[in-house]
């Protein structure tokens, strides 16, 4: 079974530029979730979407940041404009609400450096 | 909110040592998870709790989730190199949390592993 896909890996924008991460969850997870992890911390939740419906974003910086999911699957985040504490790796998760609970499991992240 | 506090923050052991650390809540917990988080890689689910008192083996990693609920402890036997890493639990509130967070995941600051050949 693939895992969560993420692009680009790496990306260096100078502050005041935009810059879009994509996210494509696993196949038939219906919980889509954004998180930020700056170095040396754990990560902290942006926004989460059941299907393409945003149900948690209390976290997301909305003068700056935005993210869809269209048709429930693919997810993108956007930055606009950027600061340079905006420097961390933006890591995207899916789960499938089970039994038990919603196991989350993490794409590889794109690190963002803001110079 | 709510805040974990992981415990220690780093360790420095030697190959086949056994490794334990722990992770305390100030709030209620209804799931437990540790990761492992490799450099460059996002973080790689090791063990999922999902009721209190419940102690749960993966190989070498066993986790139990803690009475109150507000606490979960990983430990690691017969350290070998491949378990350097940051290791990372997380707290859900999970099934029966009732509003919009129920998957939402709060993680502790990770305890880096260092493990000498």
């Known amino acids: 079974e693939a895992g969560v896909a993420q692009s680009p890996r790496y990306k260096i924008i100078e502050k005041r530029q935009s810059v879009a991460f994509w996210c494509n969850p696993i196949s038939g997870h219906a919980t889509l979730y954004w998180y930020q992890q700056i170095l040396g911390q754990g990560p902290k939740l942006l926004i989460q979407f059941q299907n393409n419906g945003v149900v948690d974003d209390s976290q997301l910086p909305k003068d700056r940041f935005s993210a869809e999911r269209l048709k429930g699957v693919d997810s993108t985040l956007k930055i606009q404009p950027a600061k340079l504490e905006d420097s961390a790796v933006y890591l995207c998760a899916s789960s499938l609400r089970q039994r038990t609970g919603y196991e989350q499991y993490f794409g590889p992240g794109t690190r963002l450096t803001v110079t | 909110g709510q805040q974990l506090n992981q415990s220690p923050q780093s360790m420095f052991i030697q190959e086949g040592e056994d490794v334990s650390m722990n992770c305390t809540s100030s709030?209620?917990?209804?799931?437990w998870l540790w990761y492992k988080q490799d450099p460059g890689e996002g973080p790689v689910l090791l063990i999922a709790?999902?009721?209190?008192?419940e102690l749960t083996s993966n190989g070498r990693l066993t986790a139990q989730f803690g009475i109150t609920r507000k606490d979960s402890f990983l430990n690691i036997s017969a350290s070998i190199p491949s378990d350097v890493g940051i290791y990372f639990c997380a707290g859900q509130l999970g099934l029966g949390a009732g509003g919009t967070s129920y998957g939402k995941l709060t993680f502790g600051q990770g305890t880096i592993l260092t493990v000498h050949p």
């Open positions: 709790l999902y009721k209190a008192g």
């Open positions: 709030s209620i917990f209804n799931t």
